[in-house]
């Protein structure tokens, strides 16, 4: 890994420290649970703003609105254009 200096000490390497959060997200058609890695100093809403069009999730669980299971993968994009809502596990309240 190579690591570059600036004159003010701040360091570069080509490594992004990210931050891994568990979610619930719905679209039109179907529900989606996995992790979405966001950068630490952004919020979630900031990585939805400046992913661009699409948004990587790691132990994707695809299920139709019923919570049928259709899919599972370890890699899945989504188009956030198709998303009505996405909710971090950690933020539900029992």
Do not use: C
Not at 8 to 31: L, M, N, Y
Not at 35 to 53: F, K, V, W, Y
Not at 56 to 63: L, N
């Amino acid at each position: 890994m190579v690591t570059q200096f600036e004159e003010k000490g701040k360091i570069f390497t080509q490594r992004i420290t990210k931050d891994q959060r568990e979610v619930i997200i719905i679209t039109g058609t179907h529900k989606i649970t996995g992790i979405i890695h966001i950068q630490l100093d952004l919020r979630l809403i900031d990585e939805l703003n400046e992913s661009g069009h699409f948004m990587a999730i790691t132990d994707a669980k695809i299920m139709d609105l019923n919570d049928n299971v259709l899919y599972k993968s370890n890699f899945l994009t989504i188009n956030t254009d198709q998303i009505i809502w996405i909710l971090p596990v950690e933020e539900i309240i029992q």
